[in-house]
């Protein structure tokens, strides 16, 4: 999947918020080497450069175009394109941040066990991911797929709900690492714009679908989506958009 960073950063703010709000209960106080996993377009690395000013920060995605704007935009940082599957560092590191990645990949139950090992002993694992997969956001793209002439291309892709709850998380992880913390937040974002729920999800979570059609059947599925999430998230009388989010947070320490 190409990634479009231009689209991804129309929310840039609301996209940052959870990752700020994770990177402020890391208590890693002086770590040689912090990788930003999934690292996308690198908006995060001036707040974990200014967080760690001495540690030598990475940053790993596996899209060209993203990395491309991280490097111009942040020539400061070290930047890897890697199959975030497969990536593994040289040696393990001090702080594994990955922000609203590992909803994109499958596996967890061998996935996470794999990242707690290329973390130092004393060193930490802080994850992010969306869990509103059952929010009209994410269930209108279920209906587009379910109920159009482009169904059987692309059902096969269509994950309803790839991130676990959080009990089955704290269940795979806490016989493996020290200490263990999870929670859930739910954000109210407050959208500007036309549709913005649809201009939100166009840049992330729609986009997978939007990728395998083209032409006129892919702007007849981006027109029906926008119909159904226009209809579940009417505007305010002061015509912006709320739109509730919830993101599910794993601090593990070695």
């Given at each position: ?17 959870p990752?700020?709000?994770l ?7 002086a ?45 400061g ?7 975030v ?10 702080v594994?941040?990955?922000?609203a ?8 139950e ?20 969306p869990?509103?997969f ?31 709850p ?31 729920v ?5 840049g ?18 981006e ?12 505007r305010?009388?002061?015509?912006r ?14």
């Amino acid at each position: 999947m190409a990634w479009d960073p231009t689209q991804y950063l129309k929310f840039a703010n609301e996209r940052l918020q959870p990752a700020l709000d994770l990177l402020g209960r890391i208590p890693a106080q002086a770590p040689e080497t912090v990788v930003d996993f999934g690292c996308g377009a690198g908006n995060l690395s001036p707040m974990l450069r200014a967080r760690w000013p001495h540690a030598k920060l990475l940053g790993v995605d596996s899209s060209p175009e993203m990395l491309a704007k991280a490097r111009t935009d942040h020539p400061g940082v070290d930047f890897v394109q890697a199959d975030v599957a497969e990536w593994q560092p040289d040696a393990p590191v001090d702080v594994l941040f990955s922000n609203a990645t590992l909803q994109w990949l499958t596996n967890h139950e061998i996935l996470l066990p794999g990242l707690l090992r290329h973390v130092k002993p004393g060193g930490w694992l802080a994850i992010q991911m969306p869990r509103n997969f059952d929010a009209p956001s994410h269930t209108c793209s279920v209906e587009t797929v379910e109920q159009g002439p482009w169904r059987d291309k692309l059902l096969p892709h269509l994950r309803r709900r790839p991130v676990w709850p959080p009990a089955d998380y704290w269940r795979l992880l806490q016989d493996r690492v020290s200490a263990l913390s999870l929670w859930e937040t739910d954000y109210i974002q407050v959208l500007s714009g036309e549709n913005p729920v649809a201009e939100f999800t166009k840049g992330t979570w729609l986009k997978q679908f939007l990728d395998r059609l083209e032409g006129e059947e892919r702007a007849a599925f981006e027109a029906d989506y926008r119909a159904r999430v226009a209809k579940a998230y009417p505007r305010e009388q002061d015509g912006r958009t709320l739109f509730p989010f919830k993101r599910l947070f794993i601090l593990a320490q070695i």
